[in-house]
């Protein structure tokens, strides 16, 4: 999504928490955060103390009304710091998946855009359940809550819009081996179904960001300062 923020002139910089970065900037500063993936649990906090403070600034993050969207573990990690529980899933989602839009996501303005039963790419574990006063926008076959909206300031997609054959291409060839021994998975169609998919996945993605920014974009004559917390270099989780 790098891309889209240049293109629309807004500043950003990676906060890299897994190795001790830690924001500088005054939430007056700040005008949005996106939290990204990784491949620990929200739970994990003695094996990755820095989820503890990843937590703590997507709280204040909420309290302070920044614009927040949050990504796999991103997601996962917004369900939690708002109250809710993140638990084991019943079925490993990695691969190309269909999701259904719910009326809510329909209607959404940033989200309607994507079709019923669009193939989207997933590689999680966990599940959520959904905030407090948040509303469900998409949901999947294994999965109740694929993406939330909790007001117009909060949103987290448990699926990945910012996926490119690239990085699928990298996360298989790290993970092969691993991903064989597991049941219903096929590294061999995950790669097939990303050469068929990923273009239309782009599309999707950069339609939703595109909107992310413009709704939330920098008063006029100022610009805007995004952080990323980053807390693996891959998003899975």
């Known amino acids: 999504f790098a891309h889209i923020l240049e293109e629309q002139n807004v500043g950003f910089r990676y906060i890299r928490l897994f190795r001790d970065e830690i924001p500088t900037e005054s939430w007056d500063e700040v005008r949005a955060l996106i939290v990204l993936g990784g491949s620990m649990g929200v739970h994990e906090e003695e094996k990755y103390p820095f989820l503890k403070w990843e937590k703590a600034i997507i709280r204040a993050a909420i309290k302070n009304g920044v614009p927040l969207l949050g990504i796999c573990l991103g997601a996962q990690l917004i369900a939690c710091a708002a109250g809710a529980e993140v638990y084991q899933g019943n079925f490993k989602e990695i691969g190309w998946y269909p999701i ?9 303005s940033l ?16 599940s959520f359940d959904l905030p407090r006063g948040a509303q469900r926008l998409a949901s999947s076959m294994y999965y109740d809550n694929q993406a939330f909206c909790i007001g117009r300031n909060v949103y987290g997609l448990q699926f990945q819009l910012e996926i490119t054959q690239s990085m699928v291409e990298r996360w298989l060839d790290e993970q ?13 169609k995950i790669l097939a179904d990303t050469r068929s998919y990923s273009l ?3 599309h999707y993605g950069e339609k939703f960001f595109s909107g ?3 709704r939330f974009s920098a008063a006029k004559g100022r610009r805007e300062k995004v952080l990323q ?3 693996l270099k891959w998003n899975a989780a």
Not at 100 to 105: A, V
Not at 176 to 188: D, F, G, V, Y
């Open 100 to 108: 259904s839009i719910t009326l809510e996501g329909e209607m959404d």
């Open 111 to 126: 989200l309607g855009h994507i079709p019923n039963k669009a193939i989207v790419f997933q590689w999680h574990t966990d």
């Open 176 to 188: 092969w081996k691993e991903l064989t021994q597991l049941p219903c998975i096929s590294p061999e």
């Open 200 to 202: 239309d996945l782009k």
């Open 212 to 214: 992310f920014i413009r």
């Open 229 to 231: 917390a980053k807390p």
